[in-house]
């Protein structure tokens, strides 16, 4: 999904508004949750975005249960 444009967003996912956030920088971001639409070898993936749509943080939870996250910081 990192490399999706809104297009394919919207075809492979469905999206949910978790809410705003404030990251541990200051950052004001959105909260959202993809879930695929298709079967994948991940059930959902978090992630956090400010207002011009650059992706701060993100999480994704494989069907087992478990999460990787990833915080991505001072970028240009």
């Not at 990192?2 to 996912?13: G, P, T």
């Not at 705003?20 to 959202?32: N, S």
């Not at 956090?48 to 991505?72: C, E, K, P, Y």
Request: glycine share 6%; charged share 25%.
């Amino acid at each position: 999904f990192m490399n999706m444009s809104r297009k394919e967003l919207i075809a492979n996912y469905t999206a949910v508004f978790l809410g705003e956030a404030r990251l541990d920088d200051g950052t004001q971001v959105l909260h959202l949750k993809l879930t695929p639409k298709t079967a994948s070898k991940y059930k959902e993936a978090e992630v956090w975005v400010d207002a011009n749509g650059a992706i701060h943080q993100f999480r994704v939870t494989m069907q087992s249960g478990d999460s990787t996250a990833f915080r991505l910081s001072n970028m240009k």
